[in-house]
């Protein structure tokens, strides 16, 4: 069986999607429980992973092939950039984004992914109606984010998806085990004026930076 990661030859080409078909991608998708596990559910929808760490990359992969799951594939890529320059323009339904790396000390804020340069690419990639689900443990950084969202007029507040047992991600599992509390919300897209990206320009102090992150 062909493996399930998506190697990119051209960094500035848009990848290609069968575009007859929905696409559902999930930010950071670590090993890969959730998206694998919906994968399963829905065959008539391809399946996207981005996560920039090589080792869950493979597991992602290993998981496909072992369960011989054929509609989804995971990027090793930083997600603005992906969001930015090689999504297809308003064609996925859902963007999940479960416990992204909080950047806890106000000095590493500039890191956090969502900001308004992943919202302006965000609604770009978004099929209109499309939803971003989006859950977290870190209360701070959920305020803020529902903050950016509702000074956003291309995106409304809609009640997040329930969050069962079997919907549960490796770090959210983590996290209920320790009884930490859990925030969850949703947007949908709305048919607003369209907008061209301009060229993506991320000031030095918010480069992407892997490392260990800690939860203070
Ligand atoms: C805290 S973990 C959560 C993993 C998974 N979503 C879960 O809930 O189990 C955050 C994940 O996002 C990945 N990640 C963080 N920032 C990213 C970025 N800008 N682009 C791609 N992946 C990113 C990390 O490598 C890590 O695997």
Redesign the pocket.
């Given at each position: 069986m062909e493996d399930h990661i998506i190697r990119v030859k051209d960094p500035c080409k848009p990848l290609e999607f069968d575009l007859s078909r929905p696409l559902e991608v999930e930010?950071?998708?670590?090993k890969g429980r959730f998206l694998t596990s919906r994968a399963k559910l829905n065959p008539d929808c391809d399946f996207l992973g981005?996560?920039?760490?090589l080792e869950?990359v493979r597991l992602f992969d290993g998981k496909c092939r072992r369960e011989s799951i054929d509609n989804a594939k995971v990027l090793r890529l930083?997600?603005?950039y992906t969001f930015h320059y090689l999504l297809p323009l308003h064609h996925i339904r859902t963007v999940y984004v479960?416990?992204?790396?909080p950047w806890p000390k106000k000095k590493h804020h500039s890191h956090r992914?969502f900001g308004p340069l992943f919202r302006t690419a965000l609604w770009k990639r978004l099929e209109k109606g499309g939803k971003i689900e989006f859950a977290t443990d870190h209360r701070e950084y959920f305020e803020e984010v529902v903050e950016g969202f509702a000074s956003d007029t291309r995106f409304e507040a809609i009640e997040p998806m329930p969050r069962p047992k079997e919907v549960w991600?490796?770090?959210?599992t983590m996290f209920r085990e320790q009884g930490l509390p859990i925030y969850s919300a949703a947007w949908r897209a709305l048919d607003v004026e369209e907008y061209e990206l301009e060229p993506l320009r991320i000031p030095p102090e918010a480069e992407?930076r892997e490392g260990i992150v800690r939860r203070t």
């Open positions: 930010v950071g998708c670590g981005i996560e920039r760490m869950r930083e997600a603005l479960f416990f992204p790396d992914l991600t490796e770090f959210e992407p």
